[in-house]
Each structure stands twice: as C-alpha cells, then as structure tokens.
C-alpha cells in the first residue's frame, strides 16, 4: 500500500546471534540483503543499503572484539554485493569508527543513543544525496534535503 521512493536497508546486526553466522562465514546475511534490494526495485524503490555499525566494544561480556570482526568482513561482503546490485551505499560502519569515540554512540552493547543514530541518518542523507557513478546508476544528484546535525 505504501510507495516510497526510497528503501532504507540496515540489517545483518543481529546475524551475528544466530550461530550459523558466526560458525559457518558469511551465512545468508548479503543473500538476504540482495533479496532485499531487489524486491525494493521490483516494488518501484530505489534502495540503499547500509553497512553494518559496529557494536559497542566496552561491553567486554558481549564478546564485542569477535563480534567487531564479524561486522568488518560482513561489511566487505555488503559492499560488494551492493557495488554488484549498483545499490548506493550508506557507510553506516565507517562513519561510527570516524567519530571520537565508539562507546559514546550507544547507549548499550548495540543499540545506539541520539549521537549514534545522527551518524546513521548522515550516512543515509549521504548515499541519498551524493552523485552516483555512471556504473551505479542514472539517476541525477538530489539536492531538496537538508542534512541532518552532524554529531
């Protein structure tokens, strides 16, 4: 019933619990993201996939380090099934490790707090506003949005 014009994709965090993931690498996360993309330009969107965000890595009971490694070679994969679909990327991961401080976006092992969810939405307003490459996709620059507050 709904048509937007654009899908927002953020998923795989929570791959990494199911222990099929985190035993048997790369498991059925970038499957399910490419199902994702596709159905979202069968259904007339234009999707943008982000990357996932790393946990937070005071949370030394959570096995954040194993889990951190888990996100970074998930994340490879993400980018380039993304860069084969020619689906934008929102560096979702990236954005979090450039801040100052990576415990200071979440407000528990993984979800994020107010500045956490500042560096998605960036990231999101980016992909959505940036020019594509002539490889990714015809479509032109937006330019209506206003950027969120950087954090």
Known sequence: THR??????????NDWNDGRCRNEFPCFTVTALRSMV?????AGA??????IPPVNPIYLDRDAAARNDWV???NDLVRAMAKQERAPI????GGFLKQ??????FEDDKHPNDL??????RAFFDAITKPLSTSSS?????TFFEPPDSP
């Open 72 to 74: 970074s070679r998930m």
């Open 116 to 121: 956490g969810y500042r560096v998605i939405a």
């Open 4 to 13: 937007p014009a654009y899908l927002l994709i953020l998923y795989g965090t």
């Open 100 to 105: 100052p401080s990576l415990a200071a976006l």
């Open 38 to 42: 596709l159905q979202a330009r069968d």
């Open 138 to 142: 015809g479509r032109a620059p937006m």
């Open 46 to 51: 234009f999707p943008i996939v982000g990357t």
């Open 90 to 93: 929102a560096e979702i991961h």
